[in-house]
């Protein structure tokens, strides 16, 4: 089945990368930067919903000192109905928190006993 890869943030749909990360495959698009799982759930993880949407969630940047490179905004699926909190405040501009893990993701899925961000690949 193929799978029709989109740009969340500006539709962008041939110039997008595939980058292997600690947690799949991150695609990234390179017109505007954006960067989304690869394995976006089309159905919500926790209720099953088709209602996902994706929103832009702020990454925290570290600042080396000799130069400051701006960080792509990362996206992730919230569950209109199960994330309708972040969803919501997603809607008003805000960037969804860089610690938040979606409902429609899998939060608290019984894979992942860890706590907060895993900067380190395994
Ligand atoms: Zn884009
Ligand atoms: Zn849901």
Redesign the pocket.
Known sequence: MPRQMT??????EE??TGERTAEGIAIS??????RWPRDTPYTCASCGGRDIRMRGQALTQFSRGTQLSIVGLHYIPLCAECDAEMLARANQQKPVPGRYRSAAAGRGGEDDGQEGLSILPR
């Open positions: 740009c969340p943030a500006c539709g962008e110039e997008l698009c390179d017109r505007c930067g954006a």
